[in-house]
């Protein structure tokens, strides 16, 4: 890894992480009002389709990271991001596109549900393979993002410990708390998502909050469309309030069902991508 890049992203689906900031809290969603109704449906279905798109065997989606500081500086990162799915684990294998500096950048993770995700990277100049866990942070044009914002959340692994129907405006909006387990060293400790229509839940935001129970980012669920027949999240909106920093994570393209080898997310393909991809950034001009 480079010393910009110690990796990188989403959200994939979705998105970023400094969860051990010293910053000050930062101002959570105006509170809105709660109203007895109807008993509210689990949540773990929905998480469970939008962890592996309604049972589809993999998937392959060129995505863009837009970045933007402060001072409103812009930064883009494209990487692909290929994954595949079984009853008891998804595979992940993203690799850097452009800019063409971090083009030798490449992330493979396993998820399971009943144990911590496990993720790799190797540094082809040492020869060494990196073992990092989901609360693991890389950095990009200086903002920090966390291996569990790369692989979309890992919202399977969380457990959903209060749930309740609220009002926001005229909408009423399904409002769930995700626990992270101890021992699956997530990033957010706890997760706020908010779902619209009780008969199939479609998310709408989630607040991430770090082992101090400060909110650490926002992400609005800014689109969502039908890509061969299954629902997909597009474009998010990321608030990043510890390094006052907003992020965007759109989906260019996807397909489903392409059966990706099973070699492709192995180490051994991880060392021989990396290692191509670094003799051909060092040999062009």
């Known amino acids: 890894m480079t010393r910009t890049f110690a990796l990188l992203i989403f959200l994939c689906v979705l998105i970023l992480g400094a969860c051990r900031s010293s910053a000050p809290p930062a101002a959570a969603e105006p509170p809105a009002t709660a109203t007895p109704a109807a008993a509210v449906p689990a949540i773990e279905p929905a998480l469970r389709r939008l962890a592996i798109y309604d049972g589809a065997s993999d998937s392959t989606a060129e995505m863009r990271l837009t970045v933007e500081s402060g001072d409103g500086k812009r930064d883009t990162l494209d990487f692909r991001l290929q994954r595949k799915y079984t009853p008891d684990s998804v595979k ?35 020869k ?48 769930y708390t995700l626990d992270a387990p101890a021992e699956r060293t997530l990033a957010f400790k706890r997760i706020i998502g908010l779902f619209r229509n009780a008969e199939d839940p479609v998310p709408v935001r989630f ?28 474009r998010v909106a990321v608030e990043d309030h510890a390094q006052n920093r907003r992020l965007r994570l759109d989906t260019r393209t996807m397909q489903f069902n392409r059966r990706l080898a099973d070699k492709l997310f192995t180490e051994a393909n991880l060392i021989d991508w990396t290692s191509g991809a670094s003799r051909r950034l060092l040999d062009s001009p």
């Open 207 to 234: 607040e991430l909050y770090d082992d101090r129970e400060r909110l650490q980012k926002t992400m609005r669920i800014e689109e969502m469309r039908a890509i061969e027949g299954r629902r997909t999240i597009t």
């Open 92 to 126: 992940t294998f993203l690799t850097v596109l452009a800019p063409r500096e971090e083009s030798d950048k490449a992330l493979l993770a396993v998820e399971r549900t009943d144990t911590a995700t496990e993720a790799f990277s190797y540094l082809a100049g040492l």
């Open 128 to 175: 060494r393979v990196a073992k990092l866990a989901s609360s693991s942070t890389l950095t990009f044009r200086g903002t920090k993002v966390s291996v569990q914002e790369l692989l979309g959340l890992e919202l399977a692994q969380y457990v959903a410990s209060a749930s309740e129907r609220i009002r926001e405006g005229d909408e009423e909006l399904l409002k």
